[in-house]
């Protein structure tokens, strides 16, 4: 059973190998039984890995997370999908339509800090594995569900991201002005999910410190998706006025958006009237400050197609590094648009140490993003094949009491 501490759960490796890396992690002791499959539950529970948490994955018996299969490409034991939201983990295969299997995965529960689950809501009911069952034997534990458009009228909605993408209006104010509604280029729902499900499960364990119990945290995708469209979404409600689509220019900055030059697109973000003189006295052109039409940001955006236009005849007299250059050095923020390489270049050439090792057999991973003054270790380790710790957990559950107490 959980205590009431950050880390009530025992921490340790079947066989009594502790956790983690060497040094304890801010999460070191944590117990995590991760119920979850695609992406946003294991980007969540991967990050509580990547911070010392012990993570093991249960996963259907011969096919594992639906991930596994989602390729090309594929890396040495994998999909690059599935590893790039599993490092750190144990992977136990349990069929929990099977009784034993399923008291296994009662046990697993039982002894766990955190459960994270994302199947249709009322799913993990059926085998004894609700947050109200658990809560009875494990009253410390958090309990973290995720949906696509939550438990209520919405409960058997599917939720797949693009799906909440279309449906919950991202798409809709994503892409060119009179084209075709698109989706972002990656799951970014997903991933914003997983980002409130890690705040939410770190607040109930702040909150387990002072009560002693747990709680069921839940976040769907939808209600991640409305908070996540903060200017869009507050826009609507304070005029009526639905956002559409103005492909790469901001509904309320100008300019800042991709301008032409010579050679391709300038990414230019003019945020204040200041850094707009500084672009066009070094666009030589500086005459345009003064002009009524542009003398505020609000003028800017009321005339932005003839400030465009200007902008670019400029802007056409050389190459968009030349510009990039010459702008940033007078404090106009701007820059080349780039792919994901050019992308981990960069991070790369400003020290950030985009990338880490986590196996001979597997590619390199991005790291954990979040960098901390007192330097926690920060725990990298090979994503499990399907079933690689089966032995080693079912020992370690059948060891346990039936109570799921881990103190005994």
Not at 160 to 187: C, H, N, R, W
């Amino acid at each position: 059973m959980s205590s009431g501490g950050f880390g009530g759960g025992d921490g340790t490796q079947p066989g009594g190998e502790a956790g983690g890396s060497a040094g304890a992690g801010p999460l070191d002791g944590l117990l995590v039984a991760d119920f979850s499959r695609v992406l946003a539950g294991p980007l969540a529970t991967t990050m509580l890995a990547d911070l010392g948490a012990r993570v093991i994955k249960v996963e259907r018996p011969g096919a594992g997370d639906d991930t596994r299969h989602w390729g090309p490409p594929w890396t040495g034991t994998s999909s690059a999908y599935f590893e790039c939201a599993n490092r750190s983990k144990e992977s136990v295969e349990l069929d929990l339509r099977d009784p034993a299997d399923a008291e296994l995965a009662r046990r697993l529960a039982g002894r766990a800090d955190v459960l994270v689950e994302n199947f249709k809501p009322g799913t993990l009911e059926r085998y004894g594995l609700g947050y109200a069952d658990l809560a009875v034997t494990n009253p410390g534990l958090v309990y973290c569900a995720i949906s696509g458009f939550g438990s209520g009228a919405g409960a058997q909605l599917p939720g797949y991201d693009f799906l909440v993408q279309a449906l919950g209006g991202l798409m809709s104010i994503t892409g060119d002005a009179g084209g075709e509604p698109t989706k972002v280029g990656v799951a970014l729902v997903d991933v914003l999910t997983s980002k409130d499900a890690v705040i939410g499960i770190l607040a109930a364990l702040r909150a387990r410190e002072a009560s002693g119990h747990g709680q069921r945290v839940e976040v769907n995708l939808l209600s991640s998706l409305l908070g996540a469209l903060a200017n869009q979404t507050g826009s609507y409600l304070a005029t009526g006025r639905v956002p559409q689509r103005m492909g790469n220019r901001h509904p309320s900055i100008a300019p800042y958006e991709t301008l032409r030059c010579r050679d391709g697109l300038l990414a230019v973000c003019c945020g204040n009237d200041r850094q707009f003189r500084s672009l066009v006295t070094e666009l030589g052109v500086a005459e345009l400050a003064g002009d009524p039409r542009f003398a505020t940001n609000a003028d800017r955006v009321a005339h932005r197609v003839e400030l465009v236009k200007l902008l670019e005849q400029a802007l056409g007299r050389d190459s968009v590094a030349g510009w990039a250059d010459r702008l940033m050095q007078v404090g106009v923020p701007a820059g080349p648009v780039g792919d994901v390489a050019s992308g981990l270049r960069l991070a790369e050439s400003l020290g950030l140490a985009p990338l880490v090792e986590v196996g001979e057999e597997h590619p390199p991973q991005v790291r954990h993003p979040i960098s901390y003054s007192a330097n926690p270790p920060i725990r990298y380790a090979p994503p499990p094949r399907l079933g690689e710790h089966n032995s080693s957990v079912r020992q370690w559950l059948m060891e346990c009491d039936v109570s799921g107490d881990t103190r005994s």
